[in-house]
Each structure stands twice: as C-alpha cells, then as structure tokens.
C-alpha cells in the first residue's frame, strides 16, 4: 500500500508540477559523461533522451564512436530514424493500432477497446507509441553528475491514445571498465500497456575497418524467436530457432547470416536481413550474460545482462541516405552513408504486442498498484585475441 502511494503521490505530483512539465532546457543540448575510469565517454541529448556517441577503446588501446547517430542535431527532430531514443509507451508494433483493457486475442473484446495511431505499413499497425512517441519528446534533465544524467518525461492522459498519465525516468551511467547501465522506471496514474526499450544502433567497428557485419559475431541465449507475419505483427506462436540461419547460441558472424538469408525470411515482405525478437531462454537471470557481440576487427566486446525477457534485433535493413558522422568516415560533403546491413538495433525489451497476444501469458498493463521497470548492463571490453578465431 505505502509504494502504492507513493507511485500514486509521484505521478500526480509530476503532472501537477510545473517544473517538470514546463521544460527549458535546449532539446538539443549535449550532455557529456565518462566513466570514473575514463575508459568510456557518452553524449546524450533531452530529446528522446537520446544517446548522440559512445566512445570505448579498441584492442589497439584507441577510442571509437560506435553508435550510430547524427552530427548535425537537428537531424534527430526533422527525421524519425529511432537513432538511440527510449522508445515508448509502447515499443514496437500493435495489431491495427487497438488493444482492450483487460487484453484479449486482437482486441476482439471484451473490455474497452482503445485506437491509437497507426504509424506504420499504409495504416495497419502502430510503431513505436504513435505518430509522437516518447523518442519525440522533449525530456526533463532531472538529474545528472560526471558519469552518469537522468531524464524525466511526463506523458498525459489521453496522449496518443493511451489511457492515463505516465511518468517514465531513465538513468544511463558510466561505469569503471566500460560498464554501460541504462534503468528505466514508469508509474501510471490509470490502467495503460507500457512497453519500453532503449533503441540503439551500433557498430563496433566505427566504420574503419569494414562498412557490414562480416566482422561481428553474435551468440545470443536463445532458442526461439517470436512469429511474425509479413509486416512483422506477431500472431501468437513462437518459432524454434534450433539449427536455422536465426540460431546464434554459438558465435558467428551477423554479416554472413544475413547474406545467407532471403527476402522476407526474418524481416518482413521482401526484406533482406532480421528484425525479429528472440526470446532469451534464461529469464530475468541478471548475472549471466545473455546476449554477447563482438568484432574481430575492432576487438570491441560486449556482453549484455538484463531484466527484459527478449531481444528485438534490426539489422538496418533500409537505411535511406543518411550522412555519416564524422567520427565514423563521414564527411562535410555527406557522400559517406549508413549503408544498409552495416550496423544493428538492440533492444532489450518484452514480447511484442502482447496486449493483442494474450497466448503469450506477459502482463504488460501497469498501473497504480504495478509501476514499471527496465534494466539493462551492457559490459564492454576487449577480445583476448587467443580466445577468439
């Protein structure tokens, strides 16, 4: 009853304070971390609170950028590439854009139905909260020191389509020996689905030495992904991975398996590449890593442990012209690009559309009596060259 109260007390007081809502700093203002250590540095913008570099060594002892993103600032508010915001209320995609409170099979009922925008494949589903999800609000820097900073959104009642106010707070800190820890909190005034996720694009290589994945290996815990059909809705099923070109439970390279692949085998129609959601068959174990990546080029290693039940993973299937930053062999005259399957999303984060999935047995409707929360350490480090082909 107390946390009840003071979840409750929280987000009223968000809504009624004037401070938090009513925000002035630039959307657009670079905030610096480093870790104590210094063996890792971040810049960060209120805007999405978005992720805008991360800066860890290489095997040769030298920094590198290796998260995808813009120079030029104003490119994260004119275009919605989901490069490194929380993504929110509700990450990821739902069926025609309704769900019903208490869920059901496709909103077929009963309970109260609710429509909110459907952003994605002529009308069909929704993508990422609405046409102004959370990586397009302006952010309340709440708090902040040398190593780490902390956002603060309020999202009203009614916003999008969703039912209650919603207070979201994420922290991302810098630790010694490159331990990046990201911690999202939610509390709700009124019952809503609430499904978030950082949504950062990566690649460990910076572009030196390659511009795909041949050099990236992946070994991911995992031995199903979640069905989809060809606009990537799920439809209830999960999908044993055992043996296929989506079965990464041994190290290998994310280029190749992708090559390997054909249209529209993991990524949608007529997509080459992923952009699935593999369930991790550990659950909630926060100690043993569950996802693992490294380049054999770079030497950069990560290991990811976390409190999220899936992994969606995008392999930048469709990256437009987007100018690279000059961090990664971009230059002035914008000729060096984001080339398709030259980088990937990870994204920590529960099943998909669940609200419309009641078969998947995930509650993800929060509320006063159930605040919300999203944890993720990613611990980067670099290959002993002996260990690794």
Same mark, same amino acid.
């Given at each position: 009853?107390?946390?009840? /109260?003071?979840?409750?007390? #929280?987000?009223?007081?968000?809504?009624?304070? #004037? $401070?938090?809502?009513?925000?002035?700093?630039?959307?657009?203002?670079?905030?610096?971390?480093?870790?104590?250590?210094?063996?890792?540095?971040?810049t960060f913008l209120p805007f999405g609170a978005t992720m805008n570099s991360?800066?860890?060594?290489? @095997?040769?002892?030298?920094?590198?950028?290796?998260?995808?993103?813009?120079?030029?600032?104003?490119?994260?508010?004119?275009?919605?590439?989901?490069?490194?915001?929380?993504?929110?209320?509700?990450? !990821?995609?739902?069926?025609?854009?309704?769900?019903?409170?208490?869920?059901?099979?496709?909103?077929?009922?009963? %309970?109260?139905?609710?429509?909110?925008?459907?952003?994605?494949? !002529? %009308?069909?589903?929704?993508?990422?909260?609405?046409?102004?999800?959370?990586?397009?609000?302006? &952010?309340?820097?709440?708090?902040?020191?040398?190593?780490?900073?902390?956002?603060? =959104?309020?999202?009203?009642?009614?916003?999008?389509?969703?039912?209650?106010?919603?207070?979201? /707070?994420? $922290?991302?800190?810098?630790?010694?020996?490159?331990?990046?820890?990201?911690?999202?909190?939610?509390?709700? $005034?009124?019952?809503?689905?609430?499904? =978030?996720?950082?949504?950062?694009? &990566?690649?460990?290589?910076?572009?030196?030495?390659?511009?795909?994945?041949? %050099?990236?290996?992946?070994?991911?815990?995992?031995?199903?992904?979640?069905?989809?059909?060809?606009?990537?809705?799920?439809? %209830? @099923?999960? @999908?044993?991975?055992?043996?296929?070109?989506?079965?990464?439970?041994?190290?290998?390279?994310?280029? #190749?398996?992708?090559?390997? $692949?054909?249209?529209?085998?993991?990524?949608?129609?007529?997509?080459?590449?992923?952009?699935?959601?593999?369930?991790?068959?550990?659950?909630?174990s926060s100690s043993t890593p569950v996802l693992s990546i490294y380049s054999?080029?770079?030497?950069?290693?990560?290991?990811?442990?976390?409190?999220?039940?899936?992994?969606?993973?995008?392999?930048?299937?469709?990256?437009?012209?987007?100018?690279?930053?000059?961090?990664?062999?971009?230059?002035?005259?914008?000729?060096?690009?984001?080339? !398709?399957?030259?980088?990937?999303?990870?994204?920590?984060?529960?099943?998909?559309? #669940?609200?419309?999935?009641?078969?998947?047995?995930?509650?993800?409707?929060?509320?006063?009596?159930?605040?919300?929360? &999203?944890?993720?350490?990613?611990?980067?480090?670099?290959?002993?060259?002996?260990?690794?082909?």
């Open positions: 009853m107390f946390t009840k /109260t003071l979840t409750t007390l #929280a987000a009223t007081a968000a809504v009624a304070s #004037a $401070t938090l809502v009513s925000n002035d700093t630039d959307p657009l203002l670079r905030i610096n971390i480093t870790s104590p250590d210094e063996s890792a540095h971040a991360f800066w860890v060594k290489d @095997k040769y002892g030298e920094f590198r950028d290796i998260l995808v993103g813009f120079d030029n600032l104003t490119n994260y508010e004119s275009s919605r590439a989901f490069f490194a915001p929380v993504v929110g209320r509700y990450a !990821n995609r739902i069926r025609n854009g309704t769900f019903t409170i208490p869920i059901s099979k496709d909103a077929s009922g009963p %309970g109260e139905k609710y429509q909110v925008p459907e952003n994605e494949h !002529n %009308g069909t589903n929704s993508l990422h909260g609405g046409d102004n999800g959370f990586d397009r609000r302006d &952010w309340s820097v709440v708090d902040q020191g040398a190593n780490y900073v902390s956002f603060a =959104l309020v999202d009203p009642a009614g916003t999008e389509g969703f039912p209650g106010t919603v207070l979201t /707070t994420v $922290t991302y800190s810098l630790n010694n020996d490159s331990v990046f820890d990201v911690a999202i909190s939610a509390s709700a $005034t009124a019952l809503t689905p609430i499904l =978030l996720s950082a949504h950062q694009y &990566w690649n460990f290589e910076a572009y030196n030495e390659t511009e795909d994945l041949s %050099g990236h290996y992946f070994e991911i815990k995992s031995s199903k992904i979640i069905e989809t059909d060809g606009n990537l809705i799920p439809n %209830g @099923k999960l @999908k044993d991975i055992k043996g296929t070109l989506a079965d990464f439970n041994k190290a290998k390279s994310m280029g #190749a398996a992708i090559n390997k $692949t054909t249209a529209g085998e993991y990524c949608g129609t007529d997509c080459i590449g992923f952009d699935n959601a593999w369930i991790y068959d550990k659950q909630h054999k080029n770079s030497g950069i290693k990560l290991d990811v442990t976390t409190n999220q039940p899936a992994l969606q993973i995008y392999t930048c299937n469709s990256m437009g012209s987007v100018p690279r930053k000059a961090s990664q062999g971009g230059s002035e005259n914008g000729t060096a690009i984001y080339e !398709n399957h030259s980088c990937f999303v990870l994204e920590q984060e529960s099943y998909l559309d #669940a609200i419309n999935n009641p078969e998947f047995g995930v509650d993800q409707i929060y509320g006063p009596d159930r605040p919300y929360f &999203w944890s993720a350490s990613y611990a980067f480090s670099v290959l002993d060259d002996k260990s690794h082909h």
